[in-house]
Nanobody, 121 residues
């Protein structure tokens, strides 16, 4: 069992930055990937970024490449998402996920409650 709690969301203007945090507890050693997903109103949940929990490989959706950076701290443990040059289309609830999947897109087994990111134009 893995518990995930996101924080750091908020309201920012376009071009601004936010840093999301995901505090993990439980059996994180069983996770091969941790990731960020987001869901905007009326849209399907979409992949944002992923990080191998043991290793350095990272993966990004094309829509966030060059703007977002995923990072991790295996000792806390925690997952982070640094979001720069935010756009209104980044507005969504952002979810942290963990899983034993061998594929960075999932399926993921555990999800946080989400944190709201709103980017105004």
């Amino acid at each position: 069992q893995v518990q995930l709690v996101e924080s750091g969301g908020g309201l920012v203007q376009a071009g601004g930055s936010l840093r999301l945090s995901c505090a993990a507890s439980g059996r994180t050693f069983s996770s091969y990937f941790m990731a960020w997903f987001r869901q905007a109103p009326g849209k399907e949940r979409e992949f944002v970024a992923a990080h191998r929990w043991i290793g350095v490989s990272t993966y990004y959706a094309d829509s966030v490449k060059g703007r977002f950076t995923i990072s991790k701290d295996n000792t806390k443990p925690a997952l982070y998402l640094q979001m720069n040059s935010l756009k209104p289309e980044d507005t969504a609830v952002y979810y942290c996920a963990a899983g034993s999947t061998n594929y960075y897109l999932g399926p993921y087994d555990y999800w946080g409650q989400g944190t709201q990111v709103t980017v105004s134009s």
